[in-house]
């Protein structure tokens, strides 16, 4: 049984700084790929940024420059870290895990490519 575990929401100012963290376990195979996903209210959730187990990445291109993902793969363990935070950032974070995405540059951040998820956390930014 995979289970998927986020940690690090919280409210900050327009420029400010949060660090997302996602625990997979259960599953190797099914936690080759991981990423993380934001949704607002009356939004579709849309791909923020992954990694997988190979070191592959993919970005948004909204948080491109801005946000950084990395891994911890001997512990399953995906980080985001989030700097110079705008407003439109704000929503609830999730993290998905997934099996191989072959071109995960430009498949990684597709929700349909992922079958585990978290229950999500929230990032509030102000202005």
């Known amino acids: 049984q995979v289970q998927v575990e986020e940690s690090g929401g919280g409210s900050v100012q327009a420029g400010g700084s949060l660090r997302l963290s996602c625990k997979a376990s259960?599953?190797?195979?099914?936690?080759?790929?991981m990423a993380w996903f934001r949704q607002t209210p009356g939004s579709e959730r849309e791909g923020v940024a992954g990694?997988?187990?190979?070191?592959?990445?993919a970005y948004a291109e909204s948080v491109k420059g801005r946000f950084i993902v990395d891994s911890d793969n001997a512990r399953r363990i995906l980080y985001l870290q989030m700097n110079n935070l705008k407003p439109e950032d704000t929503g609830v974070y999730y993290c998905?895990?997934?099996?191989?995405?072959?071109?995960?540059?430009?498949?990684?951040?597709?929700?349909?490519?992922?079958?585990?998820w978290g229950q999500g956390t929230q990032v509030t930014v102000s202005s």
């Open positions: 998905a895990a997934g099996r191989v995405i072959y071109g995960f540059g430009r498949l990684g951040l597709d929700r349909n490519n992922y079958i585990h």
């Open positions: 259960g599953g190797t195979d099914s936690t080759y790929s």
């Open positions: 990694a997988d187990y190979a070191g592959y990445t």
